[in-house]
C-alpha cells in the first residue's frame, strides 16, 4: 500500500514539474559559435532591370531580408520571393483567386521616403561571412560611417553584365584580402563580414527577426553618380 502512494506522488510530482516548465523560441545563435558552411547556394533575391542581385549569406544564416526606397540615386529593385507583410485585403484576395507567392526567400517591405524598392537589406548574425552579389570587379572600398563612427567599409562593385551600374554593399567588415580591382564571382567570392551595428543604432529589420537585426545592405547606383578610380 505504501508502495502505491510513493509511486502516485512520484507520478503527480513529475506531470507538475513537466507541465509548468516554460520552453523558449529558439534564436539564431551568435555566428562565432556556429561551425562554418561555406558559400550559399546560388539563389537571385532581387533584379534592377537585366541584372541579377544574388543571395550573399548562406541560407543557414539568413534570417530576414527587407526592402525599401532611400529617396537617393539607387535604382529600383524588384524583390523576388514572397512578400511577408501583406495587408489584410492582400492576403484576403490572394486567399480566394491565388497568387501572391513567389520563387524565393520571404522579404518584408519597410517603406522608406521613396515609393519604389531601391534597397535590400539582408539579415544575418554579426561575423557571418558575406559573399558577392553580383560578378564583377571591385572599384571601390571605402569606410562606412554611422554617427562619426567608422563600421567596416562600403564595397562597390562594377557589374560585368553592366558597367553603366555599381552594386555598393555596405555594413559589413571587408576581407582584409579584398582589394580595388579584384575580380569576384557571384556566391563564391568571400568579401567580408557582417558588422555589428546593435550597440550603435537600433534596426529596423529587427522587427522581422529573433536577433538584434544586423544585416548588410545592398543598392544598386549607376556608376556616373560615383566616384569610381
Do not use: C, K, W
Request: proline share 10%; no cysteine; glycine share 12%.
Amino acid at each position: 500500500m505504501l508502495g502505491a502512494v510513493l509511486l502516485v506522488t512520484l507520478l503527480l510530482t513529475a506531470f507538475a514539474s513537466s507541465h509548468g516548465r516554460t520552453v523558449a523560441a529558439p534564436v539564431p545563435a551568435p555566428a562565432q559559435r556556429l561551425l562554418p558552411t561555406g558559400p550559399p547556394s546560388p539563389q537571385v533575391i532581387a533584379l534592377q532591370g537585366s541584372l541579377r542581385i544574388q543571395l550573399p549569406v548562406p541560407q543557414e544564416r539568413l534570417t530576414a531580408i527587407g526592402v525599401y526606397g532611400t529617396g537617393d540615386a539607387a535604382l529600383p529593385l524588384r524583390p523576388l520571393g514572397t512578400r511577408g507583410n501583406q495587408g489584410f485585403i492582400t492576403r484576403t484576395f490572394h486567399r480566394i483567386f491565388g497568387g501572391g507567392t513567389g520563387h524565393g526567400p520571404r522579404y518584408y517591405s519597410m517603406g522608406g521616403p521613396s515609393p519604389s524598392n531601391t534597397t535590400l537589406d539582408v539579415g544575418a548574425a554579426a561575423g557571418t561571412d558575406v559573399y558577392a552579389p553580383v560578378d564583377g570587379t571591385v572599384v571601390g572600398v571605402t569606410p562606412f560611417v554611422i554617427n562619426g563612427r567608422t563600421i567596416g567599409a562600403q564595397i562597390d562593385i562594377q557589374p560585368l553584365s553592366d558597367p553603366a551600374e555599381v552594386v555598393s554593399i555596405t555594413q559589413l567588415r571587408p576581407d582584409p584580402a579584398l582589394s580595388v580591382g579584384d575580380s569576384v564571382a557571384s556566391a563564391t567570392s568571400r568579401i567580408g563580414t557582417v558588422a555589428d551595428l546593435a550597440g550603435i543604432e537600433q534596426q529596423e529589420l529587427a522587427r522581422f527577426t529573433q536577433d538584434a537585426g544586423n544585416h548588410v545592405t545592398i543598392a544598386v547606383y549607376p556608376a556616373a553618380t560615383l566616384s569610381i578610380p
